[in-house]
């Protein structure tokens, strides 16, 4: 059975960076669509970025649109989140999941890591 593991996370100031991985054991990710998401204190998980099974598309909400930017390496079987220009608004616990599909919309499957926290602070 495929798990998921998060890593990258920290504590950074506001314009700083972070890359988040995210790994798999049990099975490859090339198969899968990709997404992370993030759920802030007292709020709901959403969707931040997606990347489809052959890399080919990409999607962002449009808060991160132009500093995240998600890409694969099949050779680690991992896919990662560059996090660029953090503002206080991007601290949550990102995860990343399995998708149905990749898109403007993307449909978790419901597999899912344990999360990483990342704290942006001024």
């Known amino acids: 059975q495929l798990q998921l593991m998060e890593s990258g996370g920290g504590l950074v100031q506001p314009g700083g960076s972070l890359r988040l991985s995210c790994t798999a054991s049990?099975?490859?990710?090339?198969?899968?669509?990709i997404g992370w998401f993030r759920q802030a204190p007292g709020k709901q998980r959403e969707w931040v970025s997606c990347?489809?099974?052959?890399?080919?598309?990409?999607y962002y909400i449009d808060s991160v649109k132009g500093r995240f930017t998600i890409s694969r390496d099949s050779a680690r079987n991992a896919v990662y989140q560059q996090m660029n220009s953090l503002k206080v608004e991007d601290t949550g616990v990102y995860y990343c999941?399995?998708?149905?599909?990749?898109?403007?919309?993307?449909?978790?499957?419901?597999?899912w890591g344990q999360g990483t926290q990342v704290t942006v602070f001024s």
């Open positions: 990347t489809s099974s052959s890399a080919d598309e990409t």
């Open positions: 049990g099975g490859r990710l090339d198969y899968y669509a």
């Open positions: 999941g399995l998708l149905h599909w990749c898109g403007t919309n993307p449909y978790a499957m419901g597999t």
